[in-house]
């Protein structure tokens, strides 16, 4: 069965401090993990795509990055406005899209 | 270009009550997805649609069933609402060919 596991579970950060969120995952077979940004009571909103080992993908603060076993969404300099849950997923096919419970960041000016 | 949307934004219901909820794809897209959302989890796969088919489903209930029309456009019906369906209702939109989903703004549902 495919997890998703997530941490840390709340972040609270300082304006202009970086850090980075962890996903780590079981699946038989990735055919994607994704990352999605949700503002409360909202739809998630598309952030990344990534398909195989040692791809990284960027925007804006936050750059993404993924291995075998997990992927980790890095926020640099982080503004008030970045505070959002952050929710990652993956695809290996048995289900569309597997979610983890998220991290909820609060960025702090 | 239009992103996906979704109707209503807000619905009460009482138990028992039958509910059916409405999604149109983003533009170009083919593939309609459903997810249930409770407060402070993931959203969870409930189905996806292509080709008016349902090609996939997760672990929901007969109750939950929906359909695609031909301009790709989705429902999503569920029947005999218990409180536990009280839920964000996201509905997602692809191309079959492709991974990524994008998501509508979300049915939040309260069942009392």
């Known amino acids: 069965e495919d997890q998703v596991t997530q941490s840390p579970e709340a972040l609270r950060l300082q304006e202009g401090e970086s850090s980075s969120l962890n996903c780590s995952y079981t699946?038989?077979?990735?055919?994607?993990l994704f990352w999605y940004r949700q503002d409360p009571g909202k739809g998630p909103e598309f952030l990344f795509t990534?398909?195989?080992a040692g791809e990284e993908k960027e925007k804006e603060r936050l750059k993404a990055t993924l291995t075998k076993k997990e992927s980790f969404l890095h926020i640099t300099a982080p503004k008030p406005e970045d505070s959002a849950t952050y929710l990652c997923?993956?695809?290996?096919?048995?289900?569309?899209?597997?979610f983890g419970k998220g991290t909820r960041l609060s960025v702090i000016a | 270009d239009a992103g996906v949307t979704q109707s209503p934004t807000h619905l009460i219901k009482t138990r028992g009550q039958q509910v059916t909820l409405r999604c149109s794809p983003k533009?170009?897209?083919?593939?309609v997805s459903w997810y249930q959302q409770a407060l402070g989890q993931g959203p969870q796969f409930i189905f996806q649609?292509?080709?008016?088919?349902?090609?996939q489903r997760g672990n929901f209930p007969d109750r939950f069933s929906g359909h695609q029309f031909p301009n790709y456009s989705s429902e999503l019906n569920v029947n005999a609402l218990l409180l536990g369906d009280s839920a964000l209702y996201l509905c997602?939109?692809?191309?079959?060919?492709?991974?990524?989903?994008?998501f509508g703004p979300g049915t939040r549902l309260l069942v009392l």
């Open positions: 997602a939109s692809s191309l079959v060919s492709e991974e990524t989903q994008y």
């Open positions: 699946v038989s077979g990735l055919r994607g």
């Open positions: 990534l398909y195989s």
């Open positions: 997923a993956v695809n290996s096919g048995n289900t569309p899209l597997v």
């Open positions: 533009s170009g897209h083919d593939t």
């Open positions: 649609y292509y080709e008016e088919e349902e090609r």
